[in-house]
């Protein structure tokens, strides 16, 4: 049948000539016309990181990426069965059942599609490799309903993506409270912003005749009805909803105000640097350095005193400008460590090109190196390279005696874990360690 110009652009999408959202909806709501079909399986699938080819290789390229990708996803499907893309880099596959749900054809499709859209794509001299993550749901037709069904599909596949991406997860119930535990924590996230209720603790750093010379502030939240939120978790709530920025701001605000009431109360407070950690949004803003010295003028605190606790991730996106960041805000005086080294790409040869005065050993490598001599050698190793390149080392996770002291005797230089203290409140930390 020959579709005319004007059912063309009502439910068939411009670009790749796949259904559209409108084509998709008429197509579930008249299954449930059709005697012979009873169940069908849906599957959302979002391309994992196709931002990043938009954002480095242009619009056009991300264009003719998506032509390709609807070309392999019919591929897939047979006659019987609609591929759609909802939009951007969104696409459903509509499978249907003769007579029950078959959750195994589901997952063979699934797996077909993984690998078919997992295969390197030439464009332009350049070999693009993109991969999909994939939510899955199956429904009798009779209990279909459009946003409902596209909704559980689609929270599937995010936890599909939390779980690593380039897979397919199967919808059950517990997503669905998952996604509506987050929801409420996003919403709730940002009165707790807007309200500046926000609680920070402080976790001191010690020398080796545990003294304190440090203290790392960090981030602390009691939820009314989910109790404490881990900070992985509102962090990473915040990082995707465009809060981490206001959010790291307050907690600047807030430590350097403990601070500077600390120094009122007692002048000679020992410790020497007040350690923040800083999101890679937050130090690529081109406001930051800006509005971070206006902080540490509004509360009389020396730019030499404050160390930016920063991760590896910083330099994997936006290189030259966090480089430049980082580099800007050395100048003023500040500190830069970097942060959980060792699980990610960094290694010993890259540290003398970064621009850093500090290396922090992630603790999974503090708490196994009295039970792994690999993890003894690297540890050795690197302290010993920092010490030649002049790079203050911290041991975080420090939780036994036979930690501190196997680090003591590689010359470690500054110690953080349970052994010495958990994070405490600004009260509690003020009692067990400033009066002293």
């Known amino acids: 049948m020959r579709i005319n110009q004007l059912e063309q652009s009502v439910y068939f999408d411009s670009l790749t000539g796949l259904a559209n959202r409108e084509h998709l909806r008429s197509f579930i709501e008249g299954l449930k016309e059709q005697k012979h079909i009873t169940h069908v399986s849906v599957l959302f699938i979002d391309l994992d990181n196709f931002k990043d080819v938009n954002d480095f290789m242009g619009h056009e390229t991300g264009d003719r990426l998506l032509i390709t990708i609807a070309q392999r996803l019919n591929e897939c499907a047979t006659a019987n069965d609609l591929v759609a893309r909802l939009g951007g880099d969104e696409f459903v596959v509509v499978l249907t059942h003769q007579v029950l749900p078959d959750p195994t054809l589901a997952e063979l499709i699934a797996d077909k599609i993984i690998q078919r859209i997992g295969e390197p794509i030439l464009d332009?001299?350049?070999?693009?490799?993109?991969?999909?993550?994939?939510?899955?749901?199956?429904?009798?037709?009779?209990?279909?309903?459009?946003?409902?069904?596209?909704?559980?599909?689609?929270?599937?596949?995010?936890?599909?993506?939390n779980k690593g991406k380039n897979r397919?997860?199967?919808?059950?119930h517990k997503d669905?409270?998952?996604?509506?535990?987050?929801?409420?924590?996003?919403?709730?996230?940002?009165?707790?912003?807007?309200?500046?209720s926000l609680d920070i603790h402080f976790q001191p750093q010690m020398n080796a005749q545990q003294h304190v010379v440090g203290v790392e502030v960090l981030a602390r939240w009691k939820h009314e009805k989910f109790g404490f939120v881990s900070p992985d978790v509102f962090i990473e709530i915040a990082e995707k909803n465009n809060l981490i920025y206001p959010l790291g701001l307050q907690i600047i605000d807030k430590a350097c105000f403990q601070l500077a009431k600390w120094f009122k109360r007692k002048p000679s407070v020992d410790f020497k640097t007040l350690s923040l950690n800083i999101s890679p949004i937050q130090l690529i803003e081109p406001k930051f350095e800006k509005d971070l010295l206006n902080l540490l003028e509004k509360h009389n605190i020396p730019a030499e005193m404050i160390c930016l606790e920063i991760t590896e991730s910083v330099f994997m996106k936006n290189y030259q400008t966090a480089i430049t960041a980082l580099n800007n805000l050395r100048e003023h005086g500040i500190t830069i460590s970097l942060d959980d080294f060792g699980t990610g790409f960094s290694s010993l040869n890259s540290l003398w090109k970064l621009p850093i005065d500090e290396v922090k050993i992630d603790k999974s490598f503090v708490s196994s190196m009295s039970k792994d001599d690999s993890l003894f050698t690297m540890v050795e190793s690197v302290i010993s390279l920092c010490k030649k390149l002049n790079l203050e080392v911290v041991a975080e996770g420090v939780e036994h005696s036979i930690e501190f002291n196997i680090l003591k005797g590689l010359d470690c230089n500054i110690y953080q874990g349970y052994l010495f203290s958990k994070p405490l409140p600004a009260d509690l930390f003020e009692k067990t360690f400033l009066d002293k």
Request: proline residues 2%.
């Open 124 to 161: 332009n001299a350049h070999t693009l490799v993109i991969t999909p993550s994939m939510g899955i749901i199956s429904e009798d037709v009779k209990m279909l309903d459009f946003n409902e069904t596209l909704k559980q599909a689609d929270i599937a596949m995010y936890s599909a993506k």
């Open 168 to 172: 397919f997860h199967i919808f059950d």
């Open 176 to 196: 669905q409270d998952l996604f509506n535990k987050k929801t409420i924590l996003t919403m709730d996230l940002r009165d707790c912003i807007a309200e500046n």
